[in-house]
């Protein structure tokens, strides 16, 4: 999700796979409503989606930050 959408555009290749490992564990213990929601309906509402990116947009900012 993060890559199709253009979230990861401006984070460096070798910083990729740290970035998504750390966001997984990010939204498993601060968005778990997120995860439970994918794995219960098997479809991103448009409601499902804001949560997304706000969870994105929240991790990023602390992702960058910690560079």
């Known amino acids: 999700y993060t890559a ?7 984070i460096s290749v070798e910083k990729i796979g ?3 490992t750390n966001f997984i564990q990010f939204v498993q213990s601060s968005y778990p409503d997120i995860i439970k929601t994918i794995e219960e309906k098997k479809v991103i509402s448009e409601e499902l989606e804001k949560k997304i990116k706000s969870a994105v947009i929240s ?3 602390s ?3 910690s560079e």
């Open 18 to 20: 740290e970035f998504e």
């Open 63 to 65: 992702f960058i930050e």
């Open 59 to 61: 991790f990023k900012q």
């Open 4 to 10: 199709v959408n253009g979230y990861l555009d401006d």
